[in-house]
DNA sequence: AGAGAATTTGGTAGTGACTACCATATGACT
DNA sequence: AGTCATATGGTAGTCACTACCAAATTCTCT
């Protein structure tokens, strides 16, 4: 790796660490990309070179660890999809628990912005269509749409699983362990303790009322 | 209602129509917030006090449609809660179904442009947020975060099959019905029909690996 | 080491979404 | 008709983002 290259990093964590710090500080709407050019060092357009949108600057690290995590579940054609959902979830919360402050960060930024808030949900919604891509490939292809509305299911509920993980482990910081709330998630998801949209020509589901008490 | 209410309304109407001939024509990114202004022969203040952003023109009807069938649910609390999930999928999808060219007008654009693609994705979440909202309002509330988190996974799974439903929907015009779709994702659901991550500790639960077929 | 090629950088001049504000016009009510 | 509340249109400005160019920096090859 010449020269060129450890530069690039170097001025794209800078860039990226003050615009956090800005942020921080100032928040996001009152935060402008001169400023954080100028607390860089660097041309506004060197900026917009690194980070195409204002957004990305924050999005960066969730959209990796999201990414990273499809890219290795696609290298585990041997693993079974159940165990390989299951290994995508852990992956991606092990990503973000190894850098909580930022995530932190990210949820505040997107609560305090519309469009951080967009651009959050986004991103998400992309993991689910790359990891669903992923899925086609291992389903059975002679009924390429029912695959593909299978992949999409399957990958959305462990997005799903992914989102309310993050969103109940910001929101009560310290009391919870993101993996074990994923794999009490798991749990529910797999002995049918959640209530479920029922199909009504499928007559005789479990099902759970209003009534009932909440599953174990 | 008065006179001007009506008023209120139909230029309400007239600047989002215009802005679906526009963007129809010329593109999201092509299309000036002045240019549909200038159509629909108002100035453009008076469209920025009617929709908030350009992306607002796009996506109110989607947006009502989502709401509408939360607020119902909310107005159900006699109904069982696999019922009435089931119940929002298809209301959702029988407004949606009430006006196809749009749906597909607003899919078209969300792949063309992606603020557009990240504000339909926020709204999705947000009424993901909203029946969750009024899920746990209907749980035992004894453990509420367990009730929170136990309402995100179960609205979650609401969205995603509504969401899937939509894209093949919208893939396959003509070919397929959204209502019937939906039944199939419930069916998937109920009967354990869909690969889903399972967590370790919970030894043997029916699942599915690369080589099994796809269940019927 | 040094010349030349490739790439990175910073600056300039825009466009267009969106805001704040004010003066005018229009429907509502007595 | 007159007064009040609200809706409208216009002006001026901020800021994200783009297209483009000239200068600086790094790489490559001899």
Known sequence: MGLREVKRERTRRLIADKAFELFSDNGFGRTTVEQIAAAAEVGPST??????????????????????????FREQPALDLPDGLRAVIEQVLQQLESNPDRVRAVFDLAEQNSSVSAHLND??????????????????????????????????????????????????????????????????????????????????????????????
């Open 47 to 72: 900026l917009y070179r690194y980070f195409p949108t204002k957004e990305t600057l924050v999005l960066e690290f969730v959209e990796d660890s999201l990414a990273d995590a499809v890219t290795w």
């Open 123 to 216: 991103l998400i919604w992309r993991f689910r269509d790359d990891l669903a891509d992923a899925l086609v490939q291992r389903l059975r292809a002679d009924e390429p749409q029912r695959a593909e509305f299978i992949a999409a299911l399957s990958a959305g509920i462990t997005m799903n699983v992914i989102e309310s993980v993050v969103r109940v482990w910001v929101d009560h910081p310290g009391t919870v362990e993101a993996q074990t709330l994923a794999r009490q998630a798991m749990h529910l998801l797999t002995t049918g303790g959640l209530p479920l949209p029922t199909s009504p020509t499928n007559p005789r589901s479990p099902r759970q009322g209003a009534t009932r008490p909440l599953p174990h």
